[in-house]
């Protein structure tokens, strides 16, 4: 080994190149899951463990008598700081309030401080935390915006009222409950958790039971007389104490709950990741598996590919050493010993290059993505790539060391080319025949559960956690099988592959080409070596380039029908100069006007409507700009209504449903800016009467920045429900009485329903869309409107809000509602991804690379007699040297259009069962694909210089006399 060590550094640099490959995708890997799980569990703050409901959205369930069902009381989880182990708790609750200043106001949202101080979601900057009642700590953008710092007092209000606009800039307010608190600490929020909603107020837990008695007391009397232990059931996060077994002091907080569970951060991280793939397995989890699984695989091809050749290469040192005595186990078992060392120094060199590059760019603070690398070593992301490529350098040296000893001495020594004529065994081609048949069926099969399972949603969410990942286990193992077979089977496909190129380049290429094309024809083995080199790595590339741009795509149109309209703002001032006003703020694209009109429809037999909501009127022209492309086309059609799919959540009838298609009577009515919510729920008492008719708590992502509730009472009465959920409203300056709404300008239509995937957070009842020449129909002026906004995402989110957020106060009565915040997340999460896939990538290339000039090499020196029986019969050396370069091209076009196809279908294939459950965008990368082509074809030119040049250099004669 020590003597052929030039020798063996090509194979060696692909080993070290494949391991490093390896080891780079488990490190990305543990770096995705810790930033996935960071950024959706931000709340957690230092908790490891969370208790919330069996079902969350329950915790503001009533009962017939109008008390919670649920409650940290009923649930137990009032115990959870009472059980031996646990550290510091804090009661998750979040509520909306406006928090007043001498000189300002604004809407914030206020939660508890944990037990000790340990588990926030937000950072101290400053001062203390609140330790009792009458303190708190502020968000330090709050805090600059109400001009406050650690010592002053500010007003909590959450029945305060915008329109007296006096009254707003005082610290005096019109609520005698209202709460006055010193700020003795200001916070910083790490992750942008709450900026959309203004920002926090960190308070003690008497002070969120006084809020929750204001806020509740008028809709339930008993609530004045709560204690802590009667708030509702929100989620309650807990740290456990050093030393203590966490398993242990789970399972004892598990045994205090009633119709509760526990979770640990991952755990909650990895369901949240569910609930965006639709029940499925987690996809960031999957993602990593599957491209590793496979990468894995194409970097063994590549390295037993490389020993191959190397070994190849020595058959006529390995048939001396039988000449001169060595048995064939001998000769066997040093070629095992030589791969196995070959394979542990230079897999633990690239696993150890791929470690110190990982970590020299966390020391440095390098962000990719707009995320911090971070360096996250594991047992796997180090052992897996060494022993994975010793096994396959192993592996690879045994089939090569067999077919060495198979041979005599005598017939070793003859020269190589001799035995380069033998057609391809019986045996291969039936067993290359039986594995493409099996990889093509498993694959099949793959793509039949995926449709299936796309269909019907239902099904997924029913199916086991095996069944769920059934799809993607087949559609690995077919891949694999399959390319297998290809390989295999190269020595029959390539030169039929190759034939008509070559015919062309013999046309084109003169001499040279035809000698070129001779050479294909002559010597199926050499070139189908060297065609599966080039073949691995284009389809690789192929597969990882065709896998992100359908995930891409597919995430993208995920988060368009949840988060349609990146930010909206809802605004008294109906004027130009608002939209300019909103326009003008750093970080928007575009900015448009969107009239909107409240909506009745589904009346039942006793003329009671079964949905409520808000019909926008949306130009073309913002379609694929301020609102996402959802609706399947960029022109509207006339006569349409697009209902989102989320319109079962406002039935107030559970027989009440909805079809493409259908004919459905809808009323509009006009309903004045000031009070267009109330101009929604006006009327009626079935609204009230029916738990599914509540409209959905808004998210704790998208807020309203004005702190309104958006709950419906459960009182049979809609109009005390809506005086009392909505009270601010009713003080607005056109002074409507809850009675007059009946009587606003109000239209008949009958319009087709269309039922779309898309979701507005701003949206009062079932959103709801129809074009401009529709809303002309109605013969109704609209009254209200929302400014929908496109905003500039790239720029850090909490930029955008500070902007937003001051542009919105700005203006008189104004409402932010927005998704942004998510969508940036999702995005984070998504590049961090696609930048591990291009990673995957560039290695896929160098290995690419070196496979192809070792195989370039091997066929040179095999053909040196050859080449300098060309040159004696009067071929130049120009000619010679581009032959071997139309060669190269004939290879790389052939093995890069195959390859391209292979590798496409591959990618398709894994996103189709990586997404499964999801109607999965068929996205071909044209631009990379045509990349890897003339990469390709640049790759091997530069492979044949070197071997072009030695040919060249030899004189004829002595090349014809020596074997070597």
């Not at 039942?604 to 409507?609: E, F, K, P, R, T």
Request: with cysteine; net charge negative; aromatic share 6%.
């Amino acid at each position: 080994m020590k003597r052929s060590r030039r020798t063996l550094v090509p194979a060696g640099i692909a080993i070290a190149i494949g391991s490093l490959f390896i080891c780079a995708t488990l490190l990305l890997g543990n770096v995705l899951d810790s930033t996935s799980t960071k950024n959706f569990t931000a709340r957690f703050g230092g908790a490891g463990y969370s208790v919330s409901l069996n079902n969350p959205d329950d915790a503001m369930n009533v009962g017939n008598d109008g008390s919670l069902e649920h409650t940290l009381k009923n649930t137990g989880m009032d115990q959870v700081s009472q059980v031996q182990g646990v550290d510091d708790t804090r009661y998750s609750l979040e509520q909306y309030v406006h928090v007043v200043s001498a000189n300002n106001t604004r809407s914030l949202t206020v939660f508890e401080v944990s037990a000790h101080h340990s588990i926030m979601p937000v950072e101290l900057t400053q001062g203390a935390w609140p330790g009792k009642a009458g303190e708190a700590a502020i968000d330090e953008d709050a805090a600059k915006s109400l001009d406050v710092s650690t010592g002053d007092t500010l007003t909590i209000d959450s029945d305060f009222d915008y329109s007296n606009t006096e009254s707003s800039k005082s610290s005096e307010s019109s609520d005698p409950s209202a709460i006055t608190i010193t700020v003795t600490g200001i916070t910083h929020d790490t992750d942008d958790q709450y900026s959309l909603s203004g920002g926090s107020l960190v308070v003690t837990p008497d002070d969120m039971l006084a809020l929750y008695k204001q806020q509740n007391v008028g809709d339930d009397p008993a609530a004045d007389q709560f204690t802590h232990s009667d708030l509702p059931a929100s989620t309650i996060y807990y740290s456990v104490a050093k030393g203590a077994d966490a398993s242990k002091v789970r399972d004892d907080v598990s045994s205090k709950l009633t119709g509760a569970k526990v979770q640990s951060r991952s755990e909650a991280a990895d369901e949240r990741l569910r609930e965006m793939n639709g029940g499925g397995i987690n996809p960031i989890t999957a993602a990593i598996l599957a491209f590793g699984v496979l990468a894995m695989f194409v970097a063994a091809l590549v390295i037993a590919n490389t020993f191959r050749v190397l070994v190849t290469q020595r058959r006529r040192t390995l048939a001396l050493l039988r000449t001169i005595g060595a048995s064939k186990s001998q000769v066997h078992r040093s070629v095992l010993t030589e791969g196995t060392l070959l394979g542990l120094e230079y897999s633990a060199i690239g696993t150890a290059l791929s470690c110190l590059v990982v970590w020299i760019l966390d020391l440095a603070n390098v962000k990719i993505a707009g995320s911090p690398v971070e360096f996250i070593p594991s047992a796997s992301s180090i052992l897996v790539p060494i022993v994975f490529a010793t096994l396959i350098t192993l592996l690879a040296s045994t089939g090569a060391a067999r077919a060495a000893t198979m041979v005599s001495p005598m017939e070793a020594l003859r020269p190589i080319d001799a035995t380069e004529k033998r057609s391809v065994k019986a045996g291969r081609a039936v067993f290359s025949v039986l594995l493409l048949a099996a990889g093509i069926g498993l694959a099949a099969k793959a793509i039949t559960q995926a449709n299936h399972y796309a269909q019907s949603p239902s099904d997924l969410a029913a199916a086991s956690s095996s069944a769920q990942v059934t799809p993607l286990i087949c559609a690995i193992l077919g891949a694999m099988l399959s390319f297998i077979g290809l390989a295999l089977s190269s020595q029959v496909w390539v030169p039929w592959v190759l034939a008509g190129l070559g015919k062309l380049v013999s046309l084109i290429g003169g001499a040279s080409g035809t000698v070129a094309a001779a050479n294909i024809r002559k010597n199926p083995r050499r070139v189908a070596a060297t065609s599966t080199a080039l073949l691995i790595g284009v389809t690789l590339v192929a597969t990882v380039a065709t896998g992100a741009s359908c995930a891409t795509a597919t995430v993208n149109k995920m988060l368009d029908s949840h988060y349609t309209v990146d930010a909206s703002v809802t605004t008294t001032d109906q004027s130009d100069s608002a939209l300019s006003t909103l326009k003008a703020v750093d970080g928007v694209k575009n900015a448009t006007r969107i009239p909107m009109y409240a909506v009745q429809g589904l009346k039942n037999s006793d003329g009671l409507a079964q949905f409520y909501g808000t019909a926008y009127v949306v130009p073309d022209s913002a379609i694929g700009v301020e609102v996402a492309d959802v609706f399947g086309t960029k022109t509207l059609k006339d006569g349409t209504i697009y209902v989102s799919n989320t319109y079962t959540n406002y039935l107030s009838s559970s027989t009440a449903s909805l079809t493409d298609g259908q004919q459905i009577d809808l009323t509009f009515k006009a309903a004045p800016a000031e009070n267009f919510y109330l101009g929604v729920y006006e009327g009626t008492a079935a609204w009230g009467s029916s738990s599914a008719a509540q409209e959905p708590e808004e998210s704790e992502e998208s807020p309203s920045q004005d702190g309104s509730e958006t709950e419906s009472s459960d009182s049979t009465d809609s109009d005390s429900a809506s005086s009392e959920t909505h009270d601010n409203s009713m003080n607005a300056a056109d002074g409507l009485a809850l009675d007059d709404y009946a009587s606003l300008p109000s239209a008949d239509k009958t319009l087709t329903v269309q039922l779309t995937d898309f979701a507005i957070t701003s949206s009062a009842g079932v959103p709801m869309v129809m074009s401009q020449s529709t809303a002309k129909s109605l013969g109704l002026d609209s009254k209200a409107s929302e400014i929908w906004l496109d905003l500039d995402t790239d720029q850090p989110a909490s930029d955008l809000v500070d902007n937003l957020t001051k542009a919105a106060d700005a203006l008189p009565q104004a409402q932010l509602d927005g998704s942004f915040i998510m969508r940036t997340l999702f995005n984070r999460v998504i590049n961090i991804a696609m930048f591990t896939l291009f990673a995957l990538l560039s290695a896929a290339l160098l290995i690419a690379l070196v496979g192809v000039a070792n195989t370039l090499s091997l066929s040179v020196i095999e053909r040196q007699r050859e080449s300098a029986t060309l040159r004696a019969i009067g071929m130049t050396a120009g000619q010679l040297r581009a032959s071997l370069a139309w060669e190269a091209v004939l290879i790389s076009i052939g093995a890069g259009i195959v390859g391209i196809i292979v590798g496409a279908f591959y990618g398709w294939l894994g996103s189709i069962t990586l997404f499964v459950g999801t109607d999965v965008v068929a996205a071909p990368n044209w631009s990379v694909y045509l990349g890897v082509l003339l990469l390709s074809l640049v790759a091997a030119l530069l492979a044949s210089i070197a071997p072009a040049r030695r040919a060249i250099k030899v004189p004829p004669v002595e090349a014809l006399t020596e074997a070597d």
